[in-house]
């Protein structure tokens, strides 16, 4: 049913309709700013992906999603920002207070995509924190001319406008996750040739990722596999470190209560690198017709005995053959769909 949905979803682009080429389109993408090297790094690397298909674009970092006297000093700089660039429309690329912020900035078209966490359950965070947040999202779809969500489970959340949204996942850039010798890799990060890796991404928020979880089926496996070296993405890690680490691992493992597309999965496909994952977001539909790849229970003993098969198996997967849709040059072709749709209203 969701491979239905999804297909029927895609915008396209009409015979005879201007390309890209054809009309510079001025795009400003509002990101949150994080910190962290890694946070929203899928949406810069989408913005670089449009800039290379011939549009305009500038990036807008939201300093603050929190606090009303920083927001104030951003709408200053949003609007000024607009003025100077003379975007054709706004893509803010989160929902919450990014979405309603941009929606509430400008009189052009607006595209909001939502990621996950926006639109999800947050239970790691404050109540009041999930009710404003969800709150927002959901008053930011009102006031959207186009939306995207990165899965179909997602675009369910949406209580408005939910036949409006098409459904397409963040892309994966085939030119910096691909497969890689694993002893290459292992030896550029110091890694034996002999070790069990598995690889699992906390993010910035462990308690949402349920590594409490991955720990205990870790647990599970080293009773059969003996020791296997837990290696963790914490956000700080640099961004291109990750492929060398995927290219170097046995199995990535997700663990998470709740998921949007988790780009981790779709990155570990490129590289080859085998999954072991709950069902959860749209990995069931991502995963389909890759090997090996284990979906089970949310269970510590079913995670821990899928792990066991994977290491002991000791294979990559065929992961790359199938991530063709996903890669952001496939990505963004759809992207700039929704963009034209959005400025022919």
């Not at 239905?4 to 993408?29: F, H, K, N, Q």
Request: hydrophobic share 45%; with cysteine; net charge positive.
């Amino acid at each position: 049913m969701a491979d239905s949905m999804e297909s029927s979803a895609v915008v396209t682009r009409p015979p005879g309709e201007m390309s890209p080429c054809d009309r510079s389109i001025r795009v400003l993408s509002v990101i949150p700013a994080s910190s962290s090297q890694a946070a929203m790094i899928f949406a810069r690397r989408q913005v670089t992906s449009l800039r290379r298909l011939g549009l305009v674009c500038e990036t807008f970092f939201l300093a603050s999603r929190t606090s009303p006297w920083i927001l104030i000093k951003e709408w200053h700089r949003l609007r000024a920002t607009i003025r100077l660039f003379r975007p054709d429309l706004l893509h803010a690329h989160y929902g919450t207070a990014t979405a309603f912020f941009s929606a509430m900035s400008a009189f052009i078209p607006l595209v909001v995509t939502y990621r996950g966490s926006d639109l999800n359950p947050s239970p790691s965070d404050p109540w009041a924190r999930r009710l404003t947040g969800r709150l927002l999202s959901q008053l930011a779809a009102l006031q959207a001319t186009q939306i995207i969500c990165v899965s179909e489970q997602l675009r369910q959340r949406l209580w408005w406008r939910r036949h409006y949204a098409v459904v397409i996942p963040s892309g994966v850039d085939t030119e910096v996750f691909y497969p890689v010798p694993r002893n290459d890799a292992r030896a550029e990060l110091g890694w034996g040739n002999l070790e069990r890796v598995v690889l699992f991404n906390a993010g910035g928020n462990p308690k949402a990722k349920r590594l409490d979880l991955a720990q205990a089926a870790l647990e599970v496996a080293r009773n059969v596999c003996g020791d296997i070296r837990f290696a963790v993405l914490n956000g700080d890690i640099a961004p291109e470190r990750i492929p060398v680490m995927m290219g170097a691992a046995d199995c990535l493992l997700l663990t998470s209560d709740w998921e949007g597309s988790p780009n981790v999965v779709k990155e570990a496909m490129a590289c080859n690198l085998p999954v072991v994952t709950v069902d959860v977001g749209d990995v069931r539909r991502r995963l389909k017709g890759v090997w090996p790849a284990r979906i089970v229970e949310k269970n510590p003993e079913k995670i821990g005995k899928a792990l066991t098969e994977i290491l002991i198996q000791g294979e990559r997967s065929n992961g790359s053959s199938r991530i063709g849709d996903c890669s952001n040059a496939a990505i963004v072709d759809r992207i700039v769909s929704v963009y034209l749709a959005a400025i022919r209203k």
